[in-house]
C-alpha cells in the first residue's frame, strides 16, 4: 500500500504524459515555423532567430528532464546532482571553445599556428604509408612547417597593433594578413632581425613613401607590406626565416616607437 501511494504520486498521470507530448510537439512546430524559408518569418527574424530557437529548445529539455525523466516529482537532491553535472559539462565545454577561439570570434595565434589542414594531413597520412614505420620523429615535422596565415590588426586610431607577439614555424611559408581600420593613419608591417626596428624605421623615413617607407635591399628586413593607407588592408608572404626572436614594426616615421611586437620563429 505504501509502495503504491508512493508510487502514484512520484509519476506524471497518463493525461500528463500526453499533454506534455502535445506541449512538445507544438514548440516543434514553432521552431520549424521560424527556419522554414518558406513561410517567410525566418528572413525577417535574422540572427534574432537563433536566441528564439536556442530558448524554445531550452524549455523542451527541462519539460523533457522535469517530466519524462520524473526529476520534477523525485527527492530535489536528484535534480540537483543533474544540474550540477550539465552546468559543469557546460563549462568544460566554453574552456575547450576558448582554448582556441577568442571571445571576438578569432581564432587564437598559437591555435592558428599549430592548425593541421586537412589536405596536408591526408599528404601527410600517404607519406607516412610509403616510408612505413622510420621514426615518429620525421613525421612530426611536416605538420609545423605548413602554410600559416596569422592576422595582424591595426587597434583602431592608436598608433598600435592588436598584437604584441605571433608564432610561425621555421621554414613554414607564411601570410600575415593586416587588417588597417584607422580612417585617418597609414600603416605597413615590416618584419625585422631583433634589436633593429628602430634604425630600420630611421633609414626607412628617408627611404619615404615611394618605397612604402623601407630602405630597398635593407638586409635586416626579412619581409613587409605595402604601405596601407587609410581603411585598406594588405598581406605579406614569405618563407619563416631560421629559430630565433624576430620584430614586426610600422616604419611610418614616428610609429615605430609604439607600433611593434615580437615575432617568434620555433
Ligand atoms: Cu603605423
Known amino acids: 500500500m505504501a509502495h503504491q501511494t ?4 512520484n509519476h506524471p498521470s497518463t493525461k ?3 499533454t506534455i507530448a502535445i506541449i512538445l510537439f507544438a514548440i516543434t512546430i514553432v521552431e520549424f515555423l521560424l527556419i522554414w524559408d518558406r513561410v517567410g518569418i ?14 524554445l529548445s531550452a524549455v523542451k529539455f527541462a519539460i523533457v528532464i522535469l517530466f519524462y525523466m520524473h526529476l520534477k516529482f523525485d527527492n530535489p537532491f536528484f535534480l540537483r546532482v543533474f544540474v550540477a553535472g550539465l552546468t559543469l559539462a557546460f563549462l568544460v565545454g566554453i574552456a575547450v571553445i576558448s582554448l582556441f577561439v577568442g571571445f571576438e570570434g578569432k581564432p587564437r595565434t598559437f591555435a592558428q599556428n599549430t592548425a593541421v589542414p586537412y589536405e596536408e ?38 598608433l598600435g597593433f592588436d598584437t604584441q607577439s605571433i608564432t610561425a614555424a621555421s621554414g613554414a ?40 617607407w623601407v630602405t630597398p ?7 613587409h607590406t605595402k604601405l596601407l593607407t587609410p581603411g585598406v588592408d ?11 626572436t624576430y620584430q614586426f614594426v610600422c616604419t611610418f616615421p ?4 609604439t607600433m611593434f611586437g615580437d615575432f617568434v620563429v620555433n
Open 42 to 55: 525566418a528572413d525577417d527574424l535574422g540572427a534574432s532567430k537563433i536566441p528564439l530557437l536556442v530558448a
Open 173 to 212: 611559408e607564411v601570410t600575415i594578413s593586416v587588417t588597417n581600420p584607422s580612417a585617418n593613419n597609414s600603416h605597413n608591417l615590416v618584419i625585422v632581425k631583433a634589436g633593429t626596428k628602430d634604425a630600420v624605421a630611421a633609414d626607412g623615413t628617408a627611404a619615404g613613401p615611394t618605397n612604402d
Open 6 to 9: 508512493e508510487h502514484t504520486t
Open 234 to 244: 594588405g598581406e605579406v608572404t614569405f618563407t619563416a626565416p631560421a629559430p630565433g
Open 16 to 18: 500528463q504524459y500526453v
Open 217 to 223: 635591399g635593407d638586409s635586416r628586413v626579412i619581409a
Open 121 to 158: 594531413h591526408a599528404e601527410k597520412d600517404s607519406g607516412e604509408a610509403v616510408t612505413g614505420e622510420t621514426g615518429a620523429k620525421e613525421t612530426d615535422t611536416p605538420i609545423m612547417t605548413g602554410p600559416v596565415t596569422l592576422v595582424v590588426g591595426v587597434a583602431g586610431e592608436t
Open 254 to 257: 614616428g610609429h615605430n616607437f
